[in-house]
């Protein structure tokens, strides 16, 4: 798939500002990797972005292509991390985010709180979360986290998870951004039980031993993702994890030949980097 962005710049910084929606609608664009930024009612929330480098072990970054626009030209209300990875909880990115949006709160998992407050960012900012603690944010706007197996589950000593996918509900909207997982028992059963998922984001690059080897740690490959989105009834399914990294790539067009072999009933959407897609 192509790595141009369709909108980068001012260009796509312009329409997030300017676009304004009636409350039953809500805009998503897809800004690389897993990174999603969603508009509601005019409230931004960005989930992993990574508005950076991402350097290897010789220095080199890793990154196929370049960032859209640079951290501190987004105005953003809520920023949420899944998981300490840094093409998931960028430190650079965070820290800009921040001092540029003094009011935003960055939620992330309860035991990864430490490591924002190292990064130098306010603690007040901070909104940390357990597994099934359901919060709500604002008016409107309620979150409840569920645990994720990035290839299994991991836990600190309290029993809280350090990966968390997040069930947004806008509105009358709802959505699931999964961050780095596989599919578990677990997960499915706990979507199965919400009040309906009109949008699922999530990995499709999949894991193998040769990753591992290399300590990439992997997640659902487009078969799973595609079964796991009809499992949990997910109205339109957007798959993602699968450009930003060389050597940790995948073709999104097999997910796509799952969907219309396995699925036809389902609706699925492939952006374009930078791409605006209105729910």
């Known amino acids: 798939m192509s790595n141009k962005w369709y909108k980068k710049g001012s260009e796509l910084l312009r329409e997030i500002v300017e676009t304004s929606l009636p409350k039953e609608l809500c805009s998503l664009w897809y800004i690389g990797q897993m990174g999603m930024i969603l ?15 991402m350097p290897g072990e010789d220095g ?33 990115t965070l820290v800009k985010l921040a001092k540029r949006n003094p009011q935003m709160k960055i939620v992330l998992p309860l035991p990864l709180v430490e490591q924002a407050l190292s990064f130098g960012i306010s603690k007040d900012q901070l909104l940390g979360l357990c597994q099934d603690q359901k919060i709500t944010l604002e008016e409107g706007i309620q979150v409840n986290p569920a645990a994720t197996a990035h290839e299994s589950y991991q836990f600190d000593q309290e029993g809280h998870s ?12 709802g ?13 499915i059963d706990k979507l199965q039980k919400s009040h309906g998922i009109d949008a699922a984001m999530i990995p499709i690059n999949g894991r193998d031993l040769e990753r591992n080897e290399r300590d990439i740690v992997g997640n659902m490959n487009s078969r799973e993702a595609c079964w796991f989105a009809s499992a949990i009834g997910a109205d339109l399914t957007i798959p993602l994890h699968y450009d930003m990294i060389g050597g940790n790539k995948e073709n999104p067009l097999i997910f796509a030949d799952y969907m219309e072999r396995h699925y036809p009933e389902k609706k699925y959407h492939i952006f374009r980097l930078g791409e605006r897609y209105i729910l």
């Open 39 to 53: 508009k509601w009612k005019g409230i931004v929330l960005c989930i992993d972005p990574v508005l950076g480098a």
């Open 60 to 92: 080199e970054d890793r990154r196929n292509y370049p960032i859209p626009f640079l951290p501190e030209e987004l105005r953003a209300d809520y920023v949420f991390c899944t998981h300490d990875h840094g093409d998931h909880m960028h430190q650079e």
């Open 175 to 187: 959505f699931f951004h999964s961050g780095d997982t596989i599919v578990t028992r677990e997960l």
């Open 162 to 173: 350090l990966t968390l996918g997040y069930e947004i509900r806008l509105g009358d909207r």
